[in-house]
Every structure is written in C-alpha cells, then in structure tokens.
C-alpha cells in the first residue's frame, strides 16, 4: 500500500490573506490584536510619507523597503520572538500556540486561528520584521516579499524563499516592528482614510470602558526608535453620556441584572435567574438612549454624528466584532421592528452602546473572514433574544413611560404619553414583574411618571403667569402639542397596517413561487400525511413495548428489524409531505442537491411548529456551499436530518446547532452525555440508551452517511455532544 500526501500550492497564501482578510482596517485590526496577545502594553500604528511619493507595484529584487517611499509600521512593545519562533510558530502557516479565550499572565488570548499574520499581505506587497526578546541581545529579521508567492502557483508553499539575518544589539528591549511596503492601498494618502484609520482603531478596544493597559498611539512620520508618539488614541465617549442620557446596564452570568439610569439618576434595579444558555459566559450590556440634546453634545463633543460613530458594538474577550456597531450594521434587526411601532421601538439611530463578552469557552465563533461578525449559531442566537426581550424592550418601556419626542418644526424637546396617570408607574413595575419575570430589588420612591406630562407641566407654568398674552402662548403650544400626540398616533397605525398588508402579500408570493394548482396531487394528500404519519409512529410503540415481553434474543432482532422499516416508511412519509409543500424537487429518483441548502430548508420547516427545541443550521464560509453537492435520496437525507432532531429532542437538549464546514459537518447539542460504555454501540440497530428507545434512528443515520461516502463519529467536549460526519473524499 502506497501513502500519498498532500501538497500545498503557494496560493495558499492569498487565500489565507488577502482573499480572505479584504478589508484594510480590519487587517490592521488583526496585527495589533497580535500585539495585544504578545503581551504589549504599547503599540505603535505609524503611516509614512504617504505623500513623499506615489504608491507604486514595484516587483524588483527583493531589498530593504525603501523608507523614503509609503510604508506603514506597527510596532510594539510584546515579548518578541527569537530565531526559533519565527521559524517554528511565525513561518508555520495556521500554527498559533495561543488558545482563543484562554489567558497568558492575566489577558484572555484574542487570537487562535495563525493566520492574523497574513494582515500584512493585505496591506502591503513587502513586510520586514524587527523583532527582539528582552533576554538576548539579539535583533532578528525577517523579509518577505509575498509576490514571490503569487508567480508561479505550481511552487509548493514551503519552497518559496524568505530572507532571515539578525545582529546584536546592546539593549535589554523587548519589541516587534513591522514595516509594510509597496502598499496595496493608495487611499491611504487621503486625509479622511487616515481619520477613518484613526476612528476605528479607537473603537478597536471598548471605548466605553478606560483601560489603560493596553495603549494604542497613532504616529505619521516617525522614527520607531524615537519616544512614543505624543498621539494616543484615547475616547471619552463615556464622559460625554455620563448624566446626560437614559442608560440601561445589564449584566449576564448564572442572573439577568440589570439597572436602568435617567440622566444620572438611578430609576430602578431588577435581577432574575439566566434560564437561558448563556451561563458559562460573562456578558455586560450598556445602552443608551439619545434624544434630540444628547444627540446634538455628542455631535459638538466628539466632531462626528452619533449615528455615524456607530450604534451597538460587540467586543468580546476586549476587542470589537467587526462589523458590529457600523453605520449601516442593523444588529439584531431593530430597523426592522421599528416601522411595526414607529413611535414605541427604538432603532440604531436612538441608541449607541456595547455588548462586552468574556468568552473563554469559546463558544462564540467568528466567521473566518473577520469583518463578517459571528457565525448565527444556538449562542448567538440566545443572545439576541436576550437582549430584545430582556433588555432592548425594558429601555423602550421606560422612554414611552416618560415618552421623550419633539417639536417637528422647533426641535423643542417634549415629554409626552397618552395617557399618563397615577396608575402608571404601578403598571410599568407589573411589566417588570409579571411579564418579564424580574424581581425589582430597587425603585426610586419618590418616581413621578405624571412630572414629566407636558400638559400638566404647562397647565402649572399658566396658572403661576399673570400676562395673558403669554398664558396663550403656552396654550398654543399645548394645543400644538396634543395634534403632534395625535398625529403620530395616526402614523404609527398607518405603518402598521402597512406591515401586516406587505406580510399577507409576501406570504402570498412565497406560496405562489411553489407553482402549485389547488387540486395538485401534492396540495390533497399533504394534509391527510400528518395524521397517518403519527398512526404509524404510535403503532410501532405500541409493538415495541410488545415485543420487549419476548424471550428470544433473535426473534426479537428480527421483530426490530421489520419495526424499524415501518418507522422509516412513517419517516419516509413525514419528510415527503414537508418537501411537496415546500419544494418542487423531483422526489421519486436519486438527483444532485445541495446538502446545506436542503439543511436550511429542513431547519426552516421545524422552526415553524415550537417544540422546545431551538435549531440553527451556519456554514463556516459560503465558498464551502459547492463542497456539499451530492448525488443521493433526498427523502433519506430528511429523514436523517429529522433523526438528529428527534434523537437532540429525546435526551433533553435545548438546542441543536448544525455547521457545516469545509470538508466536515457538526451536529451540536446540550443533550444528556452519551456514557463511554455505550459509545461503540450507539450506531449498532436496536441499541438505544433511553429505555424505551427503538434503536433505530441513529442506525439509520449511519446507514445513510455511509453509503454517500461519508463517516460518522462522536465527540463529547464540555457540556455538549457532537455527531460529526466527515467526508471522505
């Protein structure tokens, strides 16, 4: 027997880089990650001469960048590297010795994947490294011209060369410098890219939080070797909201918690048990709300309107999730909800804050681009519904409890409800209590919803004013006021009826493209499938139990045998009646079909009925789609799918999660733990760990994978168990 290998062609590189890092910031974002996992307290992100001289693609001999011409140079204070870590961990593509979300001296690793090196691809065609560690006196370094790797693909990866030489130093310094060059970016010479540059890299790290731990500066013609840049990227985006703004915090962990402030002033606390799957993660939420005033000091404060800062960030384990908080990035789709109640929803333009998550289980996973958030899995999801429901929907409570709005034409700022009474506060702490479940462990004594009615507030201002000609005024703009009430009551109804009449038509349209006739063969016996289907799951119980009173080990083999083709025939059934009413694929012959979009057609299906049981389906990168073209039974492929589901929903999970990527797909739950005793067996026909079990459904799954080329196997890491089927070409 002959074993062969594989052979890496040297356009792994731009695959590992520059395909799949495109953006600019984001690469810089991933090299000075890379400084905060090395340890620095200081880091340095310099653009040179970028108007010295046009930014070229100069392929000659590779030589020392040419400081003269535009380059960029982070450099940071971190443990550095010797000889043998640039060869054995830098020059080792997608080697990382860090675990991601696992801590050196006190800081949780940001970094896992080996990979974040190849930033510097997207920035530059040239890159030296200067790299020294404090218990040597040596400076090494390295020069890498990533053209070379683009000439000819048929050279193997590991043969292209790389320029190493080093020199001593007398110095005890510990740092890494890289020098980009031949940039691949000419905006860079624009004033406004390099403003971006710098906005950005002040959000990198949780500008809501100071930590001076970490410092980023932002240096422009500088010499490395000078002292630090007198710039220090630094946001005082906290101090500009503090007091000035309606602010809900929350805090994540085994309780809820969360404190809702007005302006400063503490409105109520409130906590309850986190029944959710968050409990092995920390998570601070803190978000604020902006009316008109707080929206102009934020403008006048930090030279940028709040909406184009940014809403909602996510950071996690200290370092923002691209692309989360940007202008455009409708976290959680609030621009969504908000036409279903214009003037009772708040959307990305009323609030700005973050989302802080201390993930050192890892179960928040990023897509393998960086700029493209998290992959939406059973986490990600649990999350959003937190947020909405726990917390998003208890600030919205609040700011129509005391309804902040304006005057269209003046701007005036008003405080208005419909109907604000004495009874009003003792109907918001029910909606704590009783509709959201908390238990309020603070509310302010002395909280007067009725203070803030702009009606009242005016009555008492014409009451105490003796001119006339002013008391009708202020009636003026009462009356003025009470139209602006009914006028957005009337918008609010009219968006609404909109939206129910764009929802009917929609589900109209999804029914019209399955090219149906009213009496299609499909459309009569759909609905006779889901009665016969369930006869025939009950009678196949009612033979197992008859059957678990015989005697002979064979004749019961065989009595399991011909029940587990009747529970797939009942399978067969239950799957062929979901694929008539929502598909029109041929489903009488073996086809080509997509396993993952066949997944995300099944995962739609189930999410519709409400079991308990939260499904998710992801791919880890859409390229990876093509990977899962497969020739095979489409109605077996359901069947197993429908298997996982019910085998997740039979040992108690909560959530089955289903990602697929490259070459393998992972089947993820909190079911209870498979005993090592039984993990041998488990696949085997009629072995079955509930007591009642048949011992079929994972039979049949193993059936079906194994005779479209795939393998399956069984993983029990932390709290979960994994089913993962691997390809095998």
């Known amino acids: 027997m002959e074993k062969l290998h594989f052979k890496t062609s040297s356009g792994i590189k731009s695959i590992v880089g520059r395909d799949l890092i495109t953006d600019k910031f984001v690469a810089i974002f991933e090299l000075v990650k890379n400084s905060y996992d090395a340890g620095a307290s200081n880091v340095i992100v310099s653009f040179n001469n970028l108007n010295n001289s046009s930014i070229t693609t100069d392929t000659s001999p590779l030589s020392l960048i040419d400081t003269q011409k535009p380059h960029i140079v982070i450099a940071d204070n971190g443990h550095g590297m010797n000889k043998d870590a640039l060869i054995n961990k830098w020059l080792y593509l997608a080697y990382s010795d860090k675990q991601e979300g696992h801590k050196n001296n006190e800081r949780v690793f940001v970094g896992s994947k080996g990979v974040g090196r190849f930033s510097c691809d997207t920035l530059g065609e040239i890159l030296n490294i200067r790299t020294k560690k404090s218990n040597e006196n040596i400076e090494h370094h390295l020069l890498i011209d990533w053209s070379n790797f683009d000439r000819n693909l048929h050279n193997e990866f590991e043969n292209i060369d790389v320029i190493y030489n080093s020199k001593v130093v007398e110095s005890d310094e510990q740092y890494t410098i890289l020098t980009i060059g031949t940039l691949r970016h000419t905006t860079w010479k624009d004033e406004n890219e390099q403003k971006r540059a710098k906005q950005s890299l002040s959000r990198l790290k949780n500008p809501f939080v100071e930590d001076n731990l970490f410092n980023i500066f932002l240096g422009e013609d500088i010499s490395i070797n000078a002292p630090l840049p007198k710039y220090k990227i630094t946001n005082n985006i906290t101090s500009i909201l503090k007091g000035k703004t309606t602010t809900i915090e929350a805090c994540i962990d085994e309780n809820i918690s969360i404190n809702l402030y007005d302006r400063g002033e503490l409105i109520y606390s409130a906590s309850k048990p986190n029944q959710t799957l968050l409990k092995q993660v920390s998570i601070n939420i803190s978000i604020n709300y902006l009316n008109t005033s707080a929206k102009s000091m934020f403008t006048r404060r930090m030279g940028i309107q709040p909406i184009r800062y940014g809403n909602i960030f996510i950071y996690r384990n200290d370092f923002r999730v691209m692309p989360y908080g940007e202008e455009n990035y409708d976290l959680f789709g609030l621009n969504l909800r908000k036409p279903q109640g214009y003037n009772r929803y708040l959307g990305t333009r009323e609030v700005i804050g973050y989302i802080s998550i201390n993930d050192k289980q890892h179960i928040f996973k990023e897509t393998s681009s960086r700029n493209n958030g998290f992959i939406e899995n059973i986490y990600f999801k649990s999350l959003e519904e937190i947020y909405i429901y726990d917390i998003h929907m208890l600030l919205e409570r609040y700011i129509n409890l005391i309804k902040w709005g304006e005057d269209s034409e003046t701007k005036e700022e008003l405080y208005f409800d419909n109907s604000v009474n004495k009874n009003e506060v003792n109907k918001f702490k029910n909606y704590i209590t009783r509709t959201k479940k908390y238990n309020i462990t603070y509310f302010k004594d002395n909280f007067e919803v009725e203070n803030n009615n702009p009606e009242k507030q005016l009555d008492a201002i014409i009451e105490v004013i003796e001119d006339k000609n002013f008391q009708e005024k202020i009636k003026e703009v009462k009356d003025k006021f009470s139209q602006l009430k009914y006028d957005n009551k009337e918008k609010e109804r009219e968006i609404e009826n909109k939206e129910k009449e764009i929802t009917y038509l929609y589900k109209q349209n999804e029914n019209l493209q399955k090219n149906r006739e009213p009496s299609s ?29 015989i005697k002979d080990e064979e004749l019961q083999r065989k009595a399991l045998i011909e029940i587990g083709k009747i529970r797939g025939t009942q399978k067969e059934l239950s799957a062929f009646r979901d694929l008539l009413i929502n598909s029109n694929l041929d489903l009488r012959s073996k086809q080509r079909v997509n396993w993952y979009e066949q997944t995300l057609l099944y995962v739609a299906n189930r999410n519709k009925q409400s079991y308990g049981l939260k499904l998710s389906c992801n791919i880890t990168n859409e390229n ?73 459904g994972l039979h049949q799954i193993k059936t079906f994978f194994e005779k479209n080329e795939c393998d399956i196997i069984v993983e029990q890491p932390n709290d979960l168990v994994n089913f993962i089927v691997n390809r095998r070409n």
């Open 521 to 549: 063969y499909s459309e009569q016996i759909s609905h006779h499938f889901k009665t016969m289907t369930e006869d025939l799951y009950y009678a196949t119980e009612d033979l197992i139990n008859i059957i678990n009173e």
């Open 624 to 696: 990876f789609t093509p990977n899962w073209e497969k020739n095979c039974d489409i109605l077996q492929l359901h069947i197993s799918l429908d298997n996982f589901y019910q085998n997740a929903r039979e040992h108690k999970a909560q959530f089955l999660d289903i990602l697929f990527e490259e070459n393998r797909i992972v089947f993820s739950s909190n079911s209870k733990k498979i005993d090592d005793i039984h993990l041998k067996n488990i696949f085997n026909l009629g072995y079955s760990t509930k007591p009642n079990g048949t011992g079929i």
